[in-house]
Each structure stands twice: as structure tokens, then as C-alpha cells.
């Protein structure tokens, strides 16, 4: 505990961050919407995502997050989508919402490109209280704005087809410096502009098992890079085991099945950092719901979430 404590006082004293500002997700390729608002409409149902992460399990005051997403065609070649998170790290807390709006062209038979522009709201609170200091009263806490509300934009591109994908967004564009509850007054604490990119492939081993290897690099401005390397292995298009690993932080188990409308998958981190003699790892739960399967000109749901299948094959 003394030491989230500490680290919240450096990052108030500091005015560099408040809170985890991206949230981390370890099961990102199964609600990708989440980090590319590009992904929107890109499939041929509406689709909720929820996800529930715990991170350094074992650590008082770790990161806790909490998603719940949603995203949907507009006719054959728009999306819309709409996001909302709960970030809590120890005194700090991030809330907020986005909505987003995509276009779609055709690049191909079986491919597409597409553009997305998302806005968002982001709520800072500090919660002063939680603050453990030397000096009661310290100035350095008691001067920082405990309640912020910032607007922001990001932006993505996502091209896709049966077999693969390829997504790069850039989250925080504008690197807001407006409150919203305090326009006359420059916010000390901006939201970092971030990088995402991602690509991934789907291997037909036979007409049961399949092995989809995939990429994800994070990159915040003035903080180090992240790779994670992932695969998952996928057994009659319903059952999944994958594994991941994160460059200098950690190594994730992932399972999880797929039964059409619904889809569930678990993931834990096993943490490789200095974290680890304070933490007994991380773990992500994730629910995904498709409704309304059937889009105009887009593929049926069936063949999309089969494409290797004999049916699929003899069409």
C-alpha cells in the first residue's frame, strides 16, 4: 500500500498523470473497438463487450478497470460505437465515455478499409483523502484540481478481411488543456497522446483447428514502448486457449469459448517486473454479446465467424 501511495503523490507532485490514463487490456483482439474506434461496424452484428480486469492482484489499491462497450453497422458501409470505462489506481479514478463513427470502402473482394473518429469525455478525480503525506496538508496535494473534465479525440485506421487485420489508432490527439468545469483555468494534468497498432492472421491447420497469430504495439508519448506478442489456438471455431507475452511486464494465459451469440474468455498475467514480490498477477474477464447478425452487404454471421468451415469452403 505504501508504495501505490507514494507513487500517486510523485505522479500529483509531478503533474504528468493522473491515474492509469490508457487502460490495459490483455484480451484486446476480441474487443479491439476498445483501443480503434475504426473497428466499428466492421462486422455483420452489433456487438457488447464487457470486460472486468483486476491488475496486481494481492496489491492494495492496484488498478481496477471496467469497461462496457458497444459498436454496430450502419448499413453497408458505416459504424457507430459507443464506450464507457471506469479506471480506479489507488486515490485516482478515470471515468469517462466515447462515441464513435466509421467508413467503410471496399479494397478488395473479401477486404475493406476504414476510417473512424471517436470523442471523448474523461473525468479525473483525486481523492485527497487517500493521500498518505509526511506534511498534513502537504501544498504540493492540497493545490491540485481533485475534478477534471477533459474532451479529447482519437483516430484509426482498420483494414480487415476473413483471414487478417491491420489497425493503427492514435488516441488524445488534441492533448486537451480545457476543463470543462473550469474553462478559464489551463488543465496541469493533460491527457498524453497514445499510439496503438495491431495486425493479426487467421492459419487453417484443418477444418477444426486454427492458430491466429497477432501483434499489438502501445506507445504513450514520454513513456517506454509496449509489444505483445499473442496466440491462440482454436478448436471448432468455439473453444480457444492463447498465450501472450508483454514485453518487460508480463506473460498471459488466455482461454475462452465462443457459442455464436455469446463469447466468454479469462486472462491472467503473470507478472515478470519487480511487481511481482508485491502482486500474484492480474487477471481480465471478458463477456461479448452479438445481436441484430445480418448487416446489408456485408458477409452472413455464420460464414464470418466460420470461414474455415466445410460450408464456408463449398460457397
Known amino acids: 500500500m505504501k508504495k501505490v501511495l507514494i507513487l500517486a503523490v510523485i505522479a500529483a507532485m509531478t503533474s504528468t498523470m493522473w491515474g492509469q490514463q490508457i487502460s490495459m487490456y490483455s484480451q484486446y483482439m476480441f474487443n479491439d473497438f476498445v483501443i480503434n474506434p475504426a473497428v466499428a461496424g466492421s462486422e455483420d452484428y452489433s456487438k457488447i463487450g464487457m470486460s472486468f480486469r483486476r491488475q496486481w492482484a494481492g496489491m492494495k489499491d492496484a488498478p481496477v478497470t471496467q469497461t462496457l462497450s458497444a459498436h454496430t453497422f450502419l448499413g453497408a458501409s458505416m459504424g457507430a460505437g459507443l464506450n464507457v470505462y471506469n479506471d480506479v489506481s489507488g486515490p485516482t479514478r478515470r471515468t469517462g465515455m466515447s462515441a464513435a463513427y466509421s467508413y467503410h470502402i471496399n479494397t478488395g473482394d473479401n477486404s475493406k478499409l476504414s476510417f473512424g473518429l471517436s470523442a471523448h469525455l474523461t473525468q479525473f478525480i483525486l481523492n485527497r483523502d487517500q493521500l498518505i503525506t509526511e506534511n498534513p496538508n502537504d501544498i504540493a496535494i492540497m493545490n491540485q484540481t481533485n475534478n477534471e473534465l477533459i474532451p479529447d479525440f482519437s483516430f484509426g485506421l482498420y483494414w480487415y478481411g476473413e483471414k487478417h487485420f491491420i489497425g493503427v489508432s492514435g488516441f488524445n490527439l488534441l492533448e486537451s488543456k480545457n476543463d470543462l468545469f473550469d474553462i478559464t483555468t489551463p488543465v496541469t494534468n493533460t491527457l498524453d497522446r497514445a499510439i496503438y497498432a495491431n495486425a493479426g492472421y487467421k492459419f487453417a491447420v484443418s477444418e477444426s483447428f486454427k492458430i491466429e497469430p ?93 470461414i474455415y468451415s466445410s460450408y464456408s469452403k463449398g460457397t
Open 214 to 306: 497477432s501483434v499489438l504495439f502501445r506507445y504513450m508519448m514520454n513513456s517506454p514502448f509496449q509489444l505483445d506478442v499473442n496466440t491462440r489456438f482454436v478448436l471448432k471455431d468455439k473453444y480457444w486457449l492463447g498465450v501472450s507475452y508483454r514485453t518487460d511486464d508480463a506473460v498471459v494465459a488466455m482461454l475462452g469459448f465462443d457459442l455464436g451469440a455469446l463469447s466468454v474468455g479469462y486472462a491472467y498475467d503473470y507478472t515478470l517486473s519487480d511487481i511481482q514480490n508485491y502482486s500474484s498477477g492480474s487477471h481480465e474477464v471478458f463477456v461479448g454479446v452479438k445481436l441484430f447478425k445480418g448487416g446489408s452487404g456485408k458477409a452472413p454471421w455464420h460464414k464470418r465467424n466460420r
